[in-house]
């Protein structure tokens, strides 16, 4: 039998997330020194607020049903596919390859938080709503371990 969440308490647990990354990638975001990679890290902490707006409008009855589109995400699993080992020291400085890391760990992990969440829900709005959101998360993962890879492994004159 599924565990139906009310839709309030889901919002509730959403919106929370949704600000502790935003403060996450503000956070993550003082630890390297590449510019670039800065600029990254604030535009993803830019978009968790998008997120956060979207779920408080949402609250708020502001928003039709299918505001959030569910449009096809490619999950290359790059992370998943690198060896665990130990997760980079937060308390120092990163480079821009262990940065793009940590924010793709934490969006797979949003990702399967969500996705989680949708399962214990028979289908309806609530259900749908996780389901959109959990795509949100796996676009932003989608982006970083793009990041990741084409700085990770930059592109040769040589091809």
Known sequence: ????????KILEIAIRKEQEARAFYLDLGKRVQDP??????????GEEAKHQEFLEKYRRGELAGGALAL????DYRILEHLEEGEAPDLSGPL????????????????????L???????????RDLLEKMANEELRH???????????AFPQTSGG
Do not use: C, W
């Not at 670039?36 to 902490?45: I, N, P, S």
């Not at 449009?71 to 490619?74: A, D, E, L």
């Open 1 to 8: 039998m599924k565990e139906n969440i009310p839709i309030d």
């Open 95 to 114: 480079t821009p390859e262990q940065a793009f890391l940590v924010a793709a760990r934490r969006e797979h992990a949003s990702h399967e938080v969500y």
């Open 71 to 74: 449009s096809t995400v490619v």
């Open 36 to 45: 670039a990679v800065r600029e990254t890290l604030e535009f993803l902490a």
């Open 116 to 126: 989680r969440l949708s399962h214990m829900h028979s289908p309806g709005p609530a």
């Open 141 to 151: 993962k989608e982006k970083v371990e793009y990041l990741y890879a084409n700085t």
